[in-house]
């Protein structure tokens, strides 16, 4: 019971990071389809209570909401939490297994740049935004 509430809070406070750094959560496949369908460009953060999510992905997730580039819409997933929405948002990553965290750029509906966990896990966290940030200029710049 007490390692149920102890999770339950580490969920709440990994959710609580992404509706802090302006993500909107994406807990239905209904919502997924929504979001990723719509025209312009998405950036897709697959969210999880690992060290790697809260060290590197979350951090890296926050810093992108104050780049240069901006994205349309910035949502997120949380893998192991929402099941079907994550399953629903990697039917968009084709040719990529699942993979969490992990990153997801998106235009007009189509994958454009996917980044895995294992270019994030064992990482600097400028690393992994230097590599959104290439992202985001290649995808995202009008």
């Known amino acids: 019971m007490e390692f149920q509430m102890f999770m339950n809070d580490v969920v709440q406070a990994a959710r609580e990071d992404m509706i802090n750094a302006g993500y909107d959560q994406l807990r239905t496949p209904e919502e997924v389809d929504a979001a990723l369908t719509e025209e312009g460009t998405t950036f897709v953060v697959v969210n999880s209570v690992c060290g790697c999510a809260g060290g590197i992905a979350r951090p890296s997730a926050a810093y ?66 230097n590599k959104l940030e290439a992202g985001f200029e290649e995808h995202f710049k009008k």
């Open 64 to 129: 992108m909401k104050n780049f240069e580039v901006q994205a349309d819409r910035y949502v997120t997933v949380f893998a192991g939490q929402d099941k079907e929405a994550t399953e629903k948002a990697r039917s968009y990553f084709t040719g990529f297994p699942p993979s969490s965290p992990s990153f997801a750029l998106l235009k007009d509906g189509e994958l454009k740049m996917m980044v895995e966990r294992h270019e994030i896990e064992g990482h600097e966290p400028i690393e992994v935004v």
